[in-house]
């Protein structure tokens, strides 16, 4: 039997709702290629891509296609580091009026998705935002990562840009690894809070 497709949205990505998903019944990633959205000097949201509102269409989300044109991108952005970080790129693109890429995953339970985040200067401080699929590997549902399964008190902090996890000693694992280490798999999964290692940070030269 065919799964319909199934929607990702931001909390599973980056704390960032305009950065869309879809898995097929084949768990083939589609959609997610070149995802675009524009914004103006205020970082309001100007337009979205075809790709971006086709996938919010199949998804049944149309008032998503609508719904975020005028609103600010700040209204999608969950957590200070994340939000601090998103402000960090986006002046420093119209400070150089240049364009900057940086890595960034963007999982759903079954998936592994590299993906790069490209901020690209546009005329009168506008900025093009584009988020572009770079390869994706298969693995066994890591419910942690399902949004609609229920959570405990606990809460567990998750890099929102590459989806490590803390340890006591100050390491970052891998979500899988993380599972195993700190005896998640057979507990009711933590509920997830964001934040942002080291190794992210130093992606936007925030020293
Ligand atoms: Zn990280």
């Known amino acids: 039997m065919r799964r319909a497709p199934r929607q990702f949205a931001v909390e599973d990505c980056n704390g960032y709702t305009v950065c869309f998903g879809?898995?097929?019944?084949?768990?083939?990633?589609?959609?997610?290629r070149h995802s675009q959205y524009e914004l103006d000097h205020e970082d309001r949201i100007l337009a979205v891509n075809e790709p971006w509102s086709a996938f919010a269409r199949e998804n049944?989300?149309?008032?998503?296609?609508?719904?975020?044109i005028g609103t600010t991108v700040w209204d999608?952005?969950?957590?200070?580091?994340?939000?601090?970080?998103?402000?960090?790129?986006?002046?420093?693109?119209?400070e150089v009026q240049g364009s900057t890429t940086v890595p960034f995953r963007c999982d759903s339970p079954s998936v592994r998705r590299f993906m790069e985040l490209e901020v690209c200067a546009l005329p009168d401080d506008g900025l093009l935002c584009t988020?572009?699929?770079?390869?994706?590997?298969?693995?066994?549902?890591?419910?942690?990562?399902?949004?609609h399964v229920p959570r405990s008190e606990t809460l567990l902090r998750v890099c929102s840009?590459?989806?490590?996890v803390p340890t006591d000693d100050g390491d970052w694992l891998e979500i899988e690894q993380a599972i195993t280490a700190l005896h998640l798999v057979e507990e009711v999964p933590p509920a997830i809070?964001?934040?942002i290692c080291d190794r992210c940070e130093a992606l936007?030269?925030?020293s």
């Open 204 to 206: 936007f030269g925030d």
């Open 131 to 147: 988020a572009m699929l770079k390869r994706a590997e298969q693995r066994d549902p890591v419910p942690l990562l399902n949004p």
């Open 60 to 68: 049944d989300a149309e008032h998503l296609v609508r719904g975020v």
């Open 22 to 32: 879809a898995e097929t019944a084949d768990g083939e990633t589609s959609r997610m």
């Open 161 to 164: 840009w590459c989806k490590r």
């Open 76 to 94: 999608w952005v969950a957590g200070p580091e994340v939000r601090h970080l998103y402000r960090l790129l986006f002046s420093r693109v119209r």
């Open 193 to 195: 809070s964001h934040t």
